[in-house]
């Protein structure tokens, strides 16, 4: 394995995920980024434009088990992680696995569900197992979840707590599509399934081996130093009563690796940083009420942090 494999691995899964989803290539782009860096994805949207499409399509793309777990407000922490049932013939408890026992888990409107829910995914989204009436229960690997949830402002929906968002490496949105990406997906979608012809291009023992290996893309003491700082600008903001956490940092310098092996180096630069602040970043981070009353968002909390750290020079 060899950062030119990553490259057109990388290359190879957004060409796929982009058949099936139009005009989207940066929130596809960046979804393969999360895939390869071994972390997990947060789509947020309004109904309809295809956050669930997409995490279908990235499992589809390769040889692994995938299953969805449709949240819902009536959904118990054990539909997700298992539950242990009496064999009668065998007078022993036996291990139900639940949903979450799969390589690509799609969490379909995860904020659905109630937060004692929701909290079901923190041991497994953090430590890759499930712990069930004392038992340890090894998840497979790799293991990723995408969930999908709606905006707060929407009916029936409850705010992910914030030690949960804080386990997705980054969070996207997908927008409404373009005029013409819109009419293509009228044609192409209108008389068949494009899942259905979406063929796995890779397999897990590859993801696996890539992720591994892209712990070892160099990353020199500045641009670690970097990091930090930027992570640091925002917990001193005066915008923001949370900020980022110390796996916020961990994560950010993870996926500019991811990044820049993507982009064909074996070295991170601060425009890989740059590129994965925003959606790394703001998700984990809350405004204070005055802040928000003046037009500030985590986005902009993100690029005012950014531009209060003056980038290394040094490679």
């Not at 692994?64 to 539950?83: A, N």
């Not at 069930?132 to 995408?146: I, N, R």
């Not at 992720?211 to 990091?227: C, F, N, P």
């Not at 425009?271 to 809350?286: F, K, T």
């Amino acid at each position: 394995m060899n950062i030119d494999a990553v490259r057109a691995t990388a290359q190879a899964i957004a060409k796929s995920v982009g058949s099936v989803i139009e005009g989207k290539a940066q929130q596809i782009n960046l979804a393969t980024v999360v895939l390869l860096s071994g972390g997990h994805l947060l789509v947020e949207d309004v109904p309809g434009v295809g956050k669930t499409m997409l995490a279908k399509a990235m499992g589809r793309t390769i040889d692994c088990t995938v299953r969805r777990i449709q949240f819902t407000p009536d959904l118990l922490p054990s539909d997700i992680t298992g539950v242990s049932i009496y064999d009668q013939a065998t007078r022993e408890f036996e291990f139900k696995p639940g949903g979450i026992f799969a390589n690509i888990v799609v969490g379909d409107e995860i904020n659905r569900a109630s937060p004692k829910t929701q909290s079901a995914l923190l041991e497994a989204m953090a430590e890759r197992q499930v712990s069930v009436d004392g038992t340890t229960h090894q998840l497979p690997k790799p293991f990723m979840v995408m969930a999908t949830q709606n905006p707060i402002e929407m009916e029936g929906t409850y705010s992910l707590p914030e030690a949960q968002r804080d386990r997705f490496m980054a969070r996207i949105t997908m927008g409404y599509p373009a005029r013409t990406a819109e009419i293509d997906m009228l044609s192409n979608h209108g008389s068949r399934n494009p899942l259905d012809s979406l063929m796995p291009i890779t397999d897990t023992y590859r993801i696996a081996a890539i992720t591994d290996m892209l712990r070892g893309v160099h990353a020199t003491a500045s641009i670690k130093e970097y990091v930090v700082d930027i992570v640091a600008a925002t917990r001193e903001s005066d915008d923001l009563r949370l900020g980022a956490s110390p796996r916020a940092s961990l994560q950010l310098l993870r996926a500019s690796r991811t990044q820049a092996a993507i982009q064909g180096r074996d070295y991170v630069i601060p425009d890989d940083i740059q590129a994965l602040a925003e959606p790394i970043l703001a998700h984990r981070v809350v405004c204070t009420p005055k802040a928000r009353l003046t037009g500030v968002t985590p986005a902009s909390a993100i690029a005012a942090a950014l531009r209060s750290v003056p980038a290394p020079t040094d490679r």
